[in-house]
Every structure is written in structure tokens, then in C-alpha cells.
């Protein structure tokens, strides 16, 4: 299964931008799914999951700003990310678990796809 995530770019302080990670077949609704972002130096952060029931985990620094939803019959999963601060500037990574796994741990995020910019300007 490979992931592609598109949705990345410029915005200002305060604006909003849409992250979008497509699955290459159907067995989307068998794994979770998450975002993860990393910046130059730093180790790569966990953002926010979404199991295969729906439940959801988010990082406190972006808890009431981000937004993470999935769509199963789009083999998609989205991150909404709303009052983009500064530090949100990173490269955004999707993954998923192993089929079968329902668990929000980032632990259990062993397959990436390919990372979108963002760049949030002050």
C-alpha cells in the first residue's frame, strides 16, 4: 500500500491549510492512519491518529487546531489544520499501521508515505 500526501504550501500566520493522504487500494479501513511532521534537525513528531474505529489522538500542541478525519470509501484520510502558527512549519508525513491494527500509539506507525511542505509565515 502506498501513501501520497498532497495539500502542502505557503499561508500566513493564523490561516488554515488541508493535508490530504490517499491509500493505494482498499484496504484503507483495515489500519490506522496518522500525521507526523519533522523539521530540519529535529526527530520526526508524532501530530495527530486516527484508528479504524474513528478515534482519534492529537498532540497537545495542536489539540483545538487540528482536525484529523479519514474517509474509507476515498481510501483517504485528512489533516484540517486551522490558526497555523509559525512552529507548525514542517514537513508533514502520513502513515499507517499494520493491517489489522486499531491503535492510536505512534508506535504502531510503520509505513510512510512521501512528505508535504508547510510553511507557515509570521
Known amino acids: 500500500v502506498q501513501l501520497q500526501a498532497s495539500g502542502g504550501g505557503l499561508v500566513q500566520a493564523g490561516g488554515s491549510l488541508r493535508l490530504s493522504c490517499a491509500a493505494s487500494?482498499?484496504?484503507?479501513?483495515?489500519?490506522?492512519v496518522g500525521w507526523f511532521r519533522q523539521v530540519p534537525g529535529k526527530e520526526r513528531a508524532f501530530v495527530a491518529a486516527?484508528?479504524?474505529?474513528?478515534?482519534?489522538a492529537y498532540a497537545d500542541s495542536v489539540k483545538e487546531r487540528f482536525t484529523i478525519s479519514r474517509d474509507n470509501a476515498k481510501n483517504t484520510v485528512y489533516l484540517q489544520m486551522n490558526s497555523l502558527k509559525f512552529e507548525d512549519t514542517a514537513v508533514y508525513y502520513c502513515?499507517?499501521?499494520?493491517?489489522?491494527?486499531?491503535?492510536?500509539?505512534?508506535?504502531?506507525?510503520?509505513?510512510w508515505g512521501q512528505g508535504t511542505q508547510v510553511t507557515v509565515s509570521s
Open positions: 487500494d482498499g484496504t484503507f479501513s483495515s489500519y490506522s
Open positions: 502513515a499507517r499501521s499494520r493491517l489489522g491494527v486499531s491503535s492510536l500509539d505512534p508506535r504502531n506507525f510503520n509505513y
Open positions: 486516527s484508528s479504524r474505529a474513528g478515534a482519534t
